[in-house]
């Protein structure tokens, strides 16, 4: 099959050929219906490809409803597979519930990306992911705390916690916002079930169909399509090395007379760079003239030092709270399943949030609120951040030689933070297309710019960016884009 299969000038991904074989030998009969397919690691042998290429193209073709799969027999042909060859299958956009993963390269978006992630691939081969593997993380830290928490009160998990949030945690928070210049009062702070849920109170807070939101760009890409299920329109203001561009926001203030700014001061998703004093302070200017809310995402925050020469600006600690809500949280520093954000703002928008939250998910859930609370109350949080940055530094610098040794050009030289925000000067969506055939996810850069264009940019992680067998599939990749 190898032979045939291979063929030199083919252009269409690995993934695409082999879905391609299939659909054509079960319309024309030479698979009939029942016909068992070969399993994965035997057609992965025979076509030199990796297990997850071949996993992707059953997965296209069950999708299309061209082949089964039965747990512990294998993949076998559908009684009513055929269909016309040549015909392509539906786009992903057309099918209510389908995957992009399942969409031919050219349909790759945010979805893809996300799904992609929960596969099961090791860490090493996900230069594209947004979280940290989990030798960088502290393992023990949390089963410490866990064992702890079992021993204090087990029975106080068997209840609702409180609406607003742990109320321990939220005192302790209060002491972390303090040392970073901001002043809440326990009452100025509601807890979620991460950044993400907070940034969807908010938005269902604020936002009503029509209203204009502005956001980086590029930026976080999930709240993209939650903004758009609003009603609002999403705008993405240029984003420089040292924060937004001001002239552009305030044009588009002037034009949309915008609800809401979604930024990023300190480490911003993807380019890991951090906001000016100065720019802070005209932003501020400008939320006040376009009566605008600022919501500060501060979720990667803790990974930037502080400190002499590395001195960072938060727009809540310049406006103490006034227009600026502020959003915070742990996954990424402590575990991607630790669900545990909070979001601070007045006392009268808390009390707003608050209630909100009971409509939707009455509490959050009270273990991790507590467990988080124990590991910041016992000073375990900033030994383990100070670890972790000093592990950071290290990698990004050698994540960096080889990016900039494969001719990737950086948009900066961040001092803190997990990723690297790199133009390829070819289109990453074909690329990562590439490179998901030789089995490593990247992160396209159309995926982080609110209009989804084409990019050349890619985020990469610097922990999981490191491996020189990605280094070489990435170059080869690149050579045939």
């Given at each position: 099959m190898a032979a045939g299969f291979l063929v030199a000038g083919d252009d269409r991904t690995l993934v695409e050929r082999i879905v391609a074989h299939f659909d054509e030998r079960i319309a024309h009969g030479t698979l009939r219906a029942g016909?068992?397919?070969?399993?994965?690691r035997r057609l992965a042998q025979e076509l030199g490809v990796s297990k997850f290429t071949v996993v992707e193209a059953y997965e296209r073709l069950i999708a299309a409803g061209h082949i089964a799969s039965r747990r512990g027999t294998g993949f076998f042909v559908c009684e009513r597979a055929g269909r016309t060859p040549g015909t392509a299958p539906l786009a992903a956009s057309a099918v209510r519930g389908a995957?992009?993963?399942d969409a031919p390269r050219s349909s790759i978006d945010l979805v893809w990306l996300l799904r992609n992630?929960?596969?099961e691939l090791p860490a090493a081969d996900m230069p594209g992911s947004g979280v940290l593997p989990p030798a960088f993380l502290d393992e023990s830290l949390l089963t410490s705390a866990v064992r702890t928490l079992a021993r204090r009160n087990a029975r106080a998990l068997l209840d609702y916690g409180e609406p607003q949030g742990y109320l321990p945690l939220r005192q302790q928070l209060q002491i972390k916002l303090d040392e970073q210049g901001i002043g809440a009062a326990p009452g100025q702070i509601v807890?979620?079930?991460g950044v993400t849920q907070a940034l969807d109170l908010v938005a269902q807070c604020l936002l009503r169909p029509g209203d204009t939101v502005l956001v980086?760009?590029?930026s976080w890409?999930?709240?993209f399509g939650r903004f758009s299920l609003l009603g609002a329109q999403v705008i993405g203001v240029p984003r420089l090395p040292d924060g937004p561009d001001v002239e552009a926001l305030r044009t588009l203030c002037e034009r949309h007379r915008p609800k809401m700014f979604v930024t990023v001061s300190v480490v911003h998703n993807p380019t890991c760079t951090s906001m000016s004093a100065a720019r802070a302070f005209q932003v501020l200017q400008l939320a006040q003239a376009y009566d605008m809310t600022i919501v500060e995402d501060d979720l990667l925050g803790d990974l930037h030092p502080g400190g002499f020469g590395h001195s960072c600006i938060r727009l809540a600690a310049l406006d103490q709270l006034d227009r600026v809500i502020y959003l915070g949280g742990f996954s990424k520093t402590l575990a991607a399943n630790l669900r545990v954000g909070f979001i601070a703002a007045s006392a009268d928008r808390v009390r707003e949030l608050t209630d909100l939250k009971m409509l939707v998910t009455l509490t959050s859930p009270e273990f991790g609120e507590r467990l988080a609370h124990q590991v910041l109350s016992e000073g375990h949080y900033r030994r383990h951040l100070e670890r972790l940055r000093s592990r950071l530094d290290s990698t990004r610098d050698e994540?960096?030689?080889a990016l900039e040794g494969l001719g990737l050009r950086l948009f900066a030289q961040p001092v803190a933070g997990m990723y690297l925000w790199a133009d390829a000067g070819v289109d990453t969506a074909a690329l990562a297309a590439r490179m998901l055939d030789q089995g490593y996810l990247l992160a396209p850069g159309s995926?982080?710019?609110?209009?989804?264009?084409?990019s050349s940019w890619l985020r990469f992680n610097v922990a999981t960016s490191r491996q020189p067998a990605m280094h070489r599939a990435l170059a080869e990749a690149l050579a045939h884009t």
């Open positions: 016909a068992r397919l070969p399993s994965i995957s992009w993963a992630m929960f596969r807890t979620t079930a980086d760009d590029p890409f999930l709240m994540t960096i030689r995926l982080f710019l609110p209009d989804q264009r084409p």
